[in-house]
């Protein structure tokens, strides 16, 4: 099937450090959005972005569309130790049906 | 409160007994998917629905079926697990096409 490929796989920063991730694929899609998971629960929105070049901010954290729809990045500035957790990103298409691809995730670990 | 509900949370079957997971959303949502979540490979899309009696097969549909005969439930149903099918399962819900999606607790779901 399609892939997302989410880079890293994961990260071990110091508190107040900034973080990046990002995912490209060769597919383009319509929607980009990123999610968190904490363990034992499901995921959690925290960006969604539809156009092309769009760069949207949710408090520290900062995503953008890439402008040829085939990639997105997530920034997280001044980390915390609750950012702890796996940062998934997601694509949507419309391929005769719509589909979501989900990446395989990158797991931040935050030391205080 | 606006919410994605699964049940059971947590379930251990044979194989090849039959199981339902039940998702249902309170937020009038038009869209609902399935997915499963396996280590290393983040979420993948079993089946989604864009409305009542509208599904379509997603990434990795084999061995499951859905169905959407109420705007709020989406049943994904097992009829004959197998151990290839003992992941953790989430439903989602979005308002329209495209747009974010909202995911439930998750089912962790071990079959022998």
């Known amino acids: 099937g399609q892939q997302l490929n989410q880079s890293p796989q994961s990260m071990f920063i110091q508190e107040g450090e900034d973080v990046s991730m990002n995912c490209t694929s060769s597919s383009i899609f319509n929607t980009w959005l990123w999610y968190k998971q904490e363990p034992g629960e499901g995921p959690v929105l925290l960006i969604a972005?539809?156009?092309?070049?769009e760069l949207t901010s949710n408090g520290r954290l900062t995503a953008q569309f890439g402008i040829t729809r085939k990639d997105s990045f997530l920034n997280i500035s001044a980390s915390i130790p609750s950012d702890v957790g796996i940062y998934f990103c997601a694509g949507q298409r419309y391929t005769g049906g719509f589909k979501t691809i989900f990446g395989a995730g990158t797991r931040l670990f935050v030391k205080a | 409160e606006a919410q994605v509900t699964q049940n059971p949370r947590y379930l251990i079957t044979v194989t090849g007994k039959k199981l339902t997971v039940t998702c249902s959303q309170n937020m009038n949502h038009e869209y609902m998917s399935w997915y499963r979540q396996d280590p290393g490979l983040g979420l993948r899309q079993i089946y989604y629905?864009?409305?009542?009696?509208?599904?379509d097969k997603g990434d990795v549909p084999e061995g499951y079926k859905v169905s959407r005969k109420e705007k709020r439930n989406f049943p994904l149903i097992l009829e004959s697990p197998s151990p290839n099918q003992t992941s953790l399962y989430f439903c989602a819900s979005s308002l329209s096409l495209g747009r974010e999606q909202f995911f439930g607790p998750g089912t962790r779901l071990t079959v022998l």
């Open positions: 629905s864009m409305n009542v009696e509208v599904t």
């Open positions: 972005l539809y156009k092309a070049g």
